[in-house]
Antibody
Framework: QVQLQESGPGLVKPSETLSLTCTVS????????WNWIRQPPGKGLEWIGY???????NYNPSLKSRVTISVDTSKSQFSLKLSSVTAADTAVYYC??????????WGQGTLVTVSS | SYVLTQPPSVSVAPGQTARITCGGN??????VHWYQQKPGQAPVLVVY???DRPSGILERFSGSNSGNTATLTISRVEAGDEADYYC???????????FGGGTKLTVL
């Protein structure tokens, strides 16, 4: 059974960079596409972007200028960096695997609060 | 960018049928997926590729997709079905994931 687990700081200061890591277990990271999705408190889901096992990426245009997703296949991890954060970036951040066109495995999510 | 439109809320009595819609331009030409999210939990896939169910999802959950509207149907609704439901497609023209705004299902 594939499992994903997010990790990283739960509090980030405004203007700094949010950094999260997703660890994949129970399956190979060297296939599929690996995604980040976020959900502000009380709001809906927003797709942030993906990285493929080969390292190709694609990002939501609304975040593209601030987002970097990378992968470390040796550690079965992929990571999210979001720069110049503001309070609007406060959200639960999920990592998820995409099979064909749907997200079949999700992490439990991690709340990141942007506050001084 | 591609936009998916869902009603903010749907209410249904126990034992009745709930229908949650997801509107999009020619959505019938795309594969639509549905997720259930209960408070404090990650979303769970309940229908994929318009009408298929993942292993472990009850037959009470079904889906359809035609024209400009996809529909998630929950038969014989139970109190435990109360949750937020999201539709999702993959926009192949931009290679982006797209979610609907979500629908809160209330069981009266």
């Amino acid at each position: 059974q594939v499992q994903l687990q997010e990790s990283g700081p739960g509090l980030v200061k405004p203007s700094e960079t949010l950094s999260l890591t997703c660890t994949v277990s129970g399956g190979s990271i060297s296939s599929y596409y690996w995604n980040w999705i976020r959900q502000p408190p009380g709001k809906g889901l927003e797709w942030i972007g993906y990285i493929s096992y080969s390292g190709s990426t694609n990002y939501n245009p609304s975040l593209k200028s601030r987002v970097t997703i990378s992968v470390d296949t040796s550690k079965s991890q992929f990571s999210l960096k979001l720069s110049s954060v503001t309070a609007a970036d406060t959200a639960v951040y999920y990592c998820a695997r995409i099979g064909t066109t749907y997200f079949d495995y999700w992490g439990q999510g991690t709340l990141v609060t942007v506050s001084s | 960018s591609y936009v998916l439109t869902q009603p903010p809320s749907v209410s249904v009595a126990p034992g009745q049928t709930a229908r949650i819609t997801c509107g999009g331009n020619n959505i019938g030409s795309k594969s639509v997926h549905w997720y259930q999210q209960k408070p404090g939990q990650a979303p769970v896939l309940v229908v994929y590729d318009d009408s298929d169910r993942p292993s472990g999802i009850l037959e009470r959950f079904s889906g359809s997709n035609s024209g400009n509207t996809a529909t998630l149907t929950i038969s014989r609704v139970e109190a435990g079905d109360e949750a937020d439901y999201y539709c999702q497609v993959w926009d192949s023209s931009t290679d982006h994931g797209v979610f609907g705004g979500g629908t809160k299902l209330t069981v009266l």
